[in-house]
C-alpha cells in the first residue's frame, strides 16, 4: 500500500472513530437531560433517542444495556456540572479549615444542582437491574469523605464515628434538612464544623 493511501485511510478511520464518539456523547447528554429534568424512571429509549435526533436502533448499539448507559450518564453529570474533586482539598494542611472549604464547595454545588440531584438520586428506574459495582458518584463521594477525613488528631476508637458524622456532614440530605429549616448555606456549614470537631476532639463521646 502506498505512503498516501495509508494516509487516506487513517483519516478515515480517525474520522469514523470521531462520528461515534460524537454519537456516543449525543446520547449521553442526552440521557443526562432527561434524568435531570424529569427522572430515570421515566426516561425512555425513545425520549433519549428523540432528544439526540437519533433512531433507537443506534442508541442500543452504543448502550446494550441500562447500566452502562447509566454509568455513562453519571460520569457526564460529574464532569458537566462541575462536582468537586478531593485533590484540592488535600492541599489545606488543617483538618478544620479543610472541612469548611470542602463544606461549603460542595453546599455550593448542591443548591446549583438542587433538582438535578433530587431527580437522579431518588427517583429510581425500576427497571433498571442493581448495580453491580459502585457508580462514579459513589466512588467521588468516597474519595471526598476521605480527603475530610486525613489529620484529625483522634484515638482509634472514634475514628468510626468520626467517619460516620464526616459523611452525614457531606450528604446532599443532610444540607436539604437543615436549609429546609431555615439556615443558611453558611450557618449550615458553620454548624456541621462544630458538630464535626466536638466529636473530633472528644467534647461528643464517641459512644454511650
Not at 49 to 64: E, I, N, W
Amino acid at each position: 500500500m502506498h505512503m498516501a493511501e495509508q494516509t487516506k485511510r487513517r483519516y478515515r478511520m480517525g474520522r469514523r472513530q470521531t462520528a461515534v464518539e460524537q454519537t456516543r456523547e449525543r446520547i449521553v447528554a442526552a440521557a443526562f437531560e432527561l434524568h435531570a429534568t424529569i427522572g430515570p424512571s421515566r426516561t425512555t429509549i425513545r425520549a433519549i433517542a428523540d432528544r439526540a435526533g437519533l433512531q433507537r436502533h443506534t442508541v442500543y448499539a452504543h448502550f446494550p444495556d441500562l447500566e452502562s448507559l447509566y454509568e455513562a450518564c453519571t460520569v457526564h453529570g460529574i464532569r458537566s456540572t462541575g462536582m468537586p474533586e478531593p485533590d484540592g482539598w488535600r492541599t489545606i494542611d488543617r483538618p478544620r479549615d479543610r472541612l469548611r472549604h470542602g463544606l461549603t464547595e460542595m453546599i455550593d454545588w448542591y443548591r446549583a444542582n438542587e433538582r438535578m440531584l433530587g431527580n437522579v438520586l431518588f427517583d429510581v428506574d425500576p427497571s433498571a437491574p442493581p448495580p453491580t459495582t459502585p457508580d462514579a458518584f459513589e466512588l467521588r463521594m468516597a474519595a471526598l469523605l476521605a480527603a475530610l477525613m486525613e489529620g484529625w488528631p483522634i484515638e482509634r476508637d472514634r475514628v468510626a464515628t468520626l467517619e460516620a458524622v464526616v459523611g452525614h456532614a457531606l450528604a446532599f440530605t443532610t444540607w436539604q434538612s437543615l436549609a429546609g429549616g431555615g439556615l443558611s448555606d453558611g450557618q449550615i456549614v458553620s454548624v456541621l464544623v462544630e458538630f464535626v470537631a466536638a466529636v473530633a476532639d472528644g467534647s461528643i463521646p464517641a459512644r454511650a
